[in-house]
T-cell receptor
Framework: NAGVTQTPKFQVLKTGQSMTLQCAQDMNHNSMYWYRQDPGMGLRLIYYSASEGTTDKGEVPNGYNVSRLNKREFSLRLESAAPSQTSVYFC?????????????FGPGTRLTVL | AQRVTQPEKLLSVFKGAPVELKCNYSYSGSPELFWYVQYSRQRLQLLLRHISRESIKGFTADLNKGETSFHLKKPFAQEEDSAMYYCALPGNGGYNKLIFGAGTRLAVHP
């Protein structure tokens, strides 16, 4: 199993450009998540999808949209990138069947907005 | 509101020295806490969780409700322990909304 995969690994955008970060998992997990990681701030939840067909806001959703395309895939879209969105983005998934099961993370996407 | 505080950005020790990575939390109710680790060029992964009460790679963590702490300890640090460590707990919305601390970088020197 590849686990959680993310594309691209690196991306540089200009202010105002749009892009979509892709995430896929092959573990048949129900729940998927998008986080951003900034120096000195840990990981902050952007959006999550508790199950296929549902999405909900996390702590920092402004400027982002998400799509749970199917059970495997959960994409994050930046419609008009801003320098404040320069960050490392992590996707994660969780079985979601038991309340206490844990999250499995992807390798991250490093995004720079100029 | 739930909050996780990791007061140290960097902890630097020599190989063989004891290690204690601090984590303090605020939570109403009975929390479950986690320690996640990110080694260089690897993805974030679960290290341990307090309900398991297990030792992973020589690390242990005890939940102290009186002091609202969940410090991560290891009696003898190894160079391969060098990594970024994050403490986390479920926020409003339960396990779908983990709240992470800012993280502590552990550097173990030979």
């Amino acid at each position: 199993n590849a686990g959680v995969t993310q594309t691209p690994k690196f991306q540089v955008l200009k202010t105002g450009q749009s892009m979509t970060l892709q995430c896929a998992q092959d573990m048949n997990h129900n729940s998927m998540y998008w986080y951003r990681q900034d120096p000195g701030m840990g990981l902050r939840l952007i959006y999550y999808s508790a199950s296929e067909g549902t999405t909900d806001k996390g702590e920092v959703p402004n400027g982002y949209n998400v799509s749970r395309l199917n059970k495997r895939e959960f994409s994050l879209r930046l419609e008009s990138a801003a320098p404040s969105q320069t960050s490392v983005y992590f996707c994660a998934s969780r079985p979601g069947l038991a309340g206490t099961d844990t999250q499995y993370f992807g390798p991250g996407t490093r995004l720079t907005v100029l | 509101a739930q909050r996780v505080t990791q007061p140290e950005k960097l902890l630097s020790v020599f190989k063989g020295a004891p290690v204690e990575l601090k984590c303090n939390y605020s939570y109403s109710g009975s929390p479950e806490l986690f320690w996640y680790v990110q080694y260089s060029r690897q993805r974030l992964q679960l290290l341990l969780r307090h309900i398991s009460r297990e030792s992973i790679k020589g690390f242990t963590a005890d939940l102290n409700k009186g002091e609202t702490s969940f410090h991560l300890k290891k009696p003898f640090a190894q160079e391969e322990d060098s990594a970024m460590y994050y403490c986390a707990l479920p926020g409003n919305g339960g396990y779908n909304k983990l709240i992470f601390g800012a993280g502590t970088r552990l550097a173990v020197h030979p």
